[in-house]
């Protein structure tokens, strides 16, 4: 496939290396030493020499991050990117790279990330945050009780007021999430669960209950995106950068124009019109799920159905989020199921290569209707309270 936009047409861009570190469970580990095991593996992966890295995009870890980052993997980028805009960090940081390799400012950048969240909070070493301080425009919201998880809770409930999307429909999200990660080992809860133990699990924010809400994990990822012409020195086939978009909604809940609509309505237009692709043609969608209604609301906004028609869409007795379902979605499990060490979009571009490479066992890997492999596919993170999207279509 080319690209369909002419800013990127003096070189494609490609994934050519993609990763885990250890990931679920990893009390003895550091985030530093889950970055280096992740970039370690990408590299493997690739099958290039980490001399061709020039570039560096790194977030969440350090006080001068990507430097620190780059001196423990013992790199010394000519370009760097620092964008910290939570969930969806990793899909803007995409974006950002493949407009630096296109433009001939780096040749081979690295994505990596790494974090002990649960760890951390099992040892002592910090506590669970309800929200993220109450310094400039939080200032305003922090006194009424705005957590973290509410501010998700208030969205969902006003779709179910606006579109009449049901508990059960949200809930179905989460117990479609759970059947694909008991096809995926690495996953760090694969026990099946029926809408029922959603909806009487413990409650967390109205109308969240626990099995709503992503689960916490340690666990790192790493990314290389390098030009065209290193596609020949690698040791797997390419899979293409083809289109992507970036967008920032609100900080403040008052700011939020309508709390059903997500900033990847904008991140998801941009990115499928820069690709050239519709959203009908795609074969398979990774998308930011720390909570349910994320998974349901982005479906819309990227235009896999009509704004208030994702509660049907995503009803478990249609299947279609399933790894064998239409549009099969979260395929490792995600957020919900897998693993979710914080800022999780790496682990989207993750799953949505090696499922664009077909290397999974059978019971994890997508195929279309006529059984070939898939060709096309969306990440999409969110980040903060629906604050930022970034989306990636990526295609063989």
Sequence with gaps: ????????????????????????????????????????????DSGLDRSVIDGLASAGLGVLAPAEVAEYLGLRP????????????????????????AAGHANAVLLVYGSTA?????????????????????????????????????????????????????????????ANAARNPEAMFRDPVTVDDV??????????????CCIRSDGGAAVLL??????????????????????????????????????????????????GIRPAEIDLAEIYDAFTYMTLVTLEDLGFCAKGEGGAFVDAAKGRLLVGGELPVNTDGGGLSAQHPGMRGLFLLVEAVRQLRGELP????????????????????????????????LGR
């Excluded at 705005?146 to 179905?172: D, F, I, P």
Aim: net charge neutral; charged share 20%.
């Design 226 to 275: 390098a030009a065209e012409e290193y596609v020949r020195d690698c040791r797997t086939a390419p899979v293409w950068v083809l289109g992507t978009g970036e967008h920032v909604s609100h900080t403040t809940m008052s700011e939020w124009a309508d709390f059903t609509v997500s900033p990847a309505a904008v991140s998801g237009r941009l990115a499928f019109e820069r690709a």
């Design 362 to 393: 059978p019971e994890r890997q997508v195929r279309r209707p006529d059984g070939t492999l898939p060709e096309l596919a969306v990440a999409s993170g969110t980040g903060g309270w629906f604050c930022s999207s970034g989306t990636v279509v």
């Design 199 to 212: 909806l009487s699990g413990p409650m967390i924010a109205d109308p969240f209950t626990k099995l709503h």
């Design 118 to 178: 649960r760890a951390d909070i099992r040892a002592g070493r910090r506590t669970g945050n309800l929200s993220f301080g109450a310094r400039g425009p939080l200032q305003f919201e922090v006194p009424y009780g705005h957590t973290l998880v509410a501010k998700y809770a208030m969205a969902a409930r006003r779709h179910m007021h606006t579109y009449g999307t049901t508990l059960e429909q949200l809930a179905s999200v989460a117990v479609q999430a759970r």
């Design 1 to 44: 496939m080319t690209h369909a936009t002419s800013d990127r047409s003096r070189r494609k861009v490609t994934v050519v290396g993609v990763s885990l570190s250890d990931c679920g469970r990893e009390d003895e580990a550091t985030p530093y030493a889950l970055h280096a095991q992740a970039a370690r593996r990408a590299l493997a």
């Design 78 to 101: 000519t370009w760097v990117d620092s964008t910290s805009v939570g969930g969806s960090t990793w899909e803007v940081m995409a974006a950002h790279a493949a407009d630096a390799i």
